[in-house]
């Protein structure tokens, strides 16, 4: 009895093995196996079953020590009984070759019938065979004792076995046998969980080398445990410079990271300076701990991201994106077909770009087109209508500012719009309005490339494509001294005019089915029918206020179903002509119908100039103008 096997002393398996030998035909006189590959079939073989041949080795050496000198050798078989090695006393070995039991010949029951090979392949367990108890009259003189060898699915890929003369027979021997089995079937099982750690080692790895982030992994002590690549193209330094370094000397923060996760809280995205090898950077920084098993902190992972690419995500959660794209630009004049061809040539360009024209020509339309067909299309559009925002506000809405920079600075900090905007567009409107301290600011910017939020002394690398408009002509504004020469020459390297509306009256017809269709949907009421002696009047009037002016007359005749035209006005002014009922008498410009019509939404919105601004669909900084425009008081709604 060996430890872990049935009794060998019951031979039922000889029995059925016999059975089998006669069945498949085996013959008694048989000498040498059915079966035996040689040259290329051999070495083809021996490759297939390398790994196999390597890890059991040792121990076919360590088998063969144990009875080196008692005539015995062993044999190393495949899951077919093929002969992969054999090693042992050379006299044996020479009576072996004899009857060519080699490597390539097959020890399968069907080649050399009953052998503890055959058998144990056949039943899968270890036996011992001796003597006569071999099929072939051959074999008579030997005793072997044979054991499967399985893989880590319980599969068979081998057999082992212990040969030699029948006189030596003892059941010792076949422990041996199992026991070198057992060794190289753990030996596989390592070889095979090492391997698959190995794997899962240089996944893991290439899924933190892959991310878009810095990772660190540091003990409680503060030293840095690992770290992946791109954590060293961000802070500047190589791998082996980082792992010298203790965390608390790359940043300020490693004690609040680490009393946060130590207390059971969490930290998660705080923006820290990091000591990069070249200077101060400021990084996005989450923690996460690493416990046992008893819920204890044994190492901190950190997470650096570029702050950058976290407001990105910001930006595209919060819909900082242009709507706009040059399907929206309605024309058929020659002249303005020719512009919108050139802003499509100039879209991909690094270039600043200058949009000038007078006011309502639909200058943000074209820079949020431009921006759409620019490969920055899916990075942010910043707006800033230099006009509209205080004077002493609007360096804070460019660069940002740190906290504690002024009073009423909020806590953190807060980015300027070139931070915001950094890998897309901004868009600085009425920009002739700016001051001139901002304007020597912002030429700085664009020769940089950096900006510095208020309070602070850290520059930050942004990557933004600048597109300003005016309604001014700059280069008379230079001249007066109220722009700066060499700040005109940075912003017009692209210049881009566009024509105002009464220079492409072709186009009218087209702009008024374009607003009656879009502006009635929005409002959800009937688009009004306008008549040819209406439109002839129409297209041969001013429009002082452009597209902008068409816009806001199509959303009147929606709202009022009134074409406030008098069709007899010799001075080609609009009025409020009615439509529908002749008897109305009322007769009002254009501008005064405009007035009353935003009193009356401002008292329905009970003066909100957000809501207001809505209903009238016109954005905020429009309803403002108008608001001074026709001096209208809100606190008197």
């Known amino acids: 009895m060996v430890d872990g096997l049935v009794s060998y002393n019951t031979k039922d398996y000889i029995g059925r093995s016999h059975a089998r030998c006669r069945d498949m035909g085996v013959e008694l006189k048989r000498i040498y196996s059915k079966n035996i590959i040689t040259e290329d079939k051999l070495k083809r073989k021996l ?49 072996a070759f004899s009857l060519k039991i ?43 004792s044979g054991a499967p060898i399985r893989n880590l699915y319980g599969n068979i890929i081998g057999a082992l076995d212990l040969t030699g003369y029948s006189e030596n027979v003892h059941s010792h021997t076949l422990g041996m046998v199992v026991a070198a089995a057992n060794a190289i079937e753990k030996m596989l099982y390592i070889k095979k969980y090492n391997h698959d750690l190995k794997i899962a080692k240089i996944y893991t ?64 995205n705080e923006d820290v300076f990091v000591n990069s090898r070249i200077n101060k950077l400021q990084f996005n920084l989450s923690a996460y701990p690493i416990l046992d098993d008893r819920q204890r902190v044994l190492n901190i992972i950190l997470v650096f991201k570029e702050v950058k690419n976290v407001r990105k995500l910001a930006n595209k959660i ?43 020509t639909g200058k943000e339309v074209f820079a949020q087109a431009i921006h ?17 925002i205080p004077k002493n506000l609007i360096e804070s809405e460019l660069f940002g500012y740190e906290e504690g920079a002024f009073t009423g600075a909020k806590q953190g900090g807060h980015p300027g719009k070139f931070e915001i905007a950094d890998g897309g567009t901004i868009f ?60 005109f020459y940075r912003l017009n390297v692209v210049p881009l005019r566009l024509i105002p509306l009464r220079q492409r009256k072709e186009d009218i017809p087209l702009l008024i089915q374009y607003f009656m269709q879009r502006i009635s949907k929005a409002l959800n009421k009937k688009s009004v029918k306008v008549p040819e002696v209406y439109m002839e009047y129409l297209m041969n009037y001013e429009w002082p206020g452009n597209v902008r002016e068409l816009e806001n007359f199509i959303e009147l005749i929606i709202n009022t179903e009134y074409i406030p035209i008098d069709i007899n ?24 119908a405009e007035r009353e ?28 103008r108008k608001l001074s425009k026709y001096k209208i008081n809100c606190s008197e709604i």
């Open 47 to 95: 490759e297939e079953k390398r790994e196999l041949i390597i890890e059991a080795e040792p121990f076919m050496n360590k088998l063969y020590d144990f009875v080196k000198g008692s005539d015995f050798f062993a044999i190393l078989c495949d899951e077919e009984g093929c002969i992969l090695s054999v090693i042992g006393d050379k006299g044996i070995l020479s009576e």
């Open 102 to 144: 080699v490597p390539g010949a097959y020890m399968n029951e069907e080649s050399i019938g009953t052998n503890a090979i055959g058998i144990a392949l056949a039943e899968g367990k270890p036996v011992q065979v001796s003597g006569d108890e071999h099929f072939v009259k051959a074999y008579h003189r030997w005793t072997c």
């Open 205 to 268: 790895e290439t899924i933190i080398d892959s991310m878009q982030s810095g990772i660190i992994t540091v003990d409680l002590e503060g030293n840095i445990k690992s770290i992946n690549n791109y954590i060293t193209k961000m802070f500047g330094y190589n791998k082996e410079e980082m792992r010298k370094l203790k965390v608390w000397r790359l940043f300020e923060g490693w004690r609040q990271v680490k009393d946060s996760l130590c207390s059971q809280r969490t930290f998660l």
């Open 318 to 360: 919060m819909g900082r994106q242009a709507v706009y794209n040059f399907d929206n630009i309605i024309g058929k004049n020659k002249e303005f077909l020719k512009t919108i061809q050139f802003a499509k040539k100039v879209a991909d360009s690094k270039s600043t770009i200058l949009i000038m024209g007078e006011s309502g």
């Open 372 to 388: 759409n067909y620019s490969n920055r299309r899916l990075e942010p559009f910043i707006p800033l209508n230099c006009g509209a």
């Open 428 to 487: 600085l409107d009425e920009i002739g309005e700016m001051s001139i301290d901002m304007q020597t600011r912002l030429l700085r910017v664009i020769e940089e490339g950096t900006v510095a939020r208020v309070g602070s002394s850290y520059e930050t690398l942004v990557d933004v494509r600048i597109i300003a408009a005016t309604n001014k002509d700059l280069a008379e504004e230079v001249k007066k001294g109220n722009f700066r020469k060499d700040l």
């Open 569 to 592: 006005d010799k001075d080609n002014r609009i009025t409020m002509e009615p439509m529908f009922n002749k008897d109305h008498e009322e007769c009002y410009e254009l501008g005064q």
């Open 597 to 624: 019509h935003i009193i009356k939404v401002l008292k329905k919105c009970e003066a909100n100039i957000t809501l207001t601004a809505k209903k009238l669909g016109i954005g905020r900084n429009t309803l403002y």
